[in-house]
């Protein structure tokens, strides 16, 4: 079970960080994994934000967050991490961090969806007035 905390209210142009704290078993378990951050709003389907593949120094950024979000791990804490700033209204969303075994080419290419993770943890929102 994943666990990520950091969310919270800000005003646009703000920043907030969230992490996400993985298993360490899981971490150990699966050499190949791709850790990701997804978002969700009400009644749309989640979309993937961020992703890196364990170990790696590579990461993959939706469009739409490039420049403005960073994603970084810390394997000695089994933590992930999501530095967001200047954020926008339209980033208000419920985040999620997922883990699951995909190559690493697909990984930072972001050849997946929320279907190909199957390792999630409870979301933590974020709010931007």
């Known amino acids: 079970q994943l666990v990520e905390s950091g969310g919270g209210s800000v005003q646009a142009g703000g920043s907030l960080k969230l992490s996400c704290l993985v298993p360490?078993?899981?971490?150990?378990?699966?050499?190949?994994?791709?850790l990701a951050w997804f978002r969700q709003t009400p009644g749309q389907e989640r979309e993937g934000v961020a992703a890196?593949?364990?170990?790696?120094?590579?990461?993959y950024y939706a469009d739409w967050v490039k420049g403005r979000f960073t994603m970084s791990q810390d394997a000695d804490k089994n933590t992930l991490y999501l530095q967001m700033n200047s954020l926008k209204p339209e980033d208000t969303a419920m985040y999620y961090c997922?883990?699951?075994?995909?190559?690493?080419?697909?990984?930072?290419?972001?050849?997946?969806?929320?279907?190909?993770?199957?390792?999630w943890g409870q979301g933590t929102q974020v709010t931007v007035s």
């Open positions: 360490r078993d899981t971490w150990r378990r699966f050499p190949n994994l791709c």
């Open positions: 997922a883990s699951d075994s995909v190559g690493e080419n697909d990984c930072y290419s972001g050849s997946w969806s929320a279907r190909t993770f199957h390792n």
């Open positions: 890196i593949f364990s170990g790696g120094p590579y990461t």
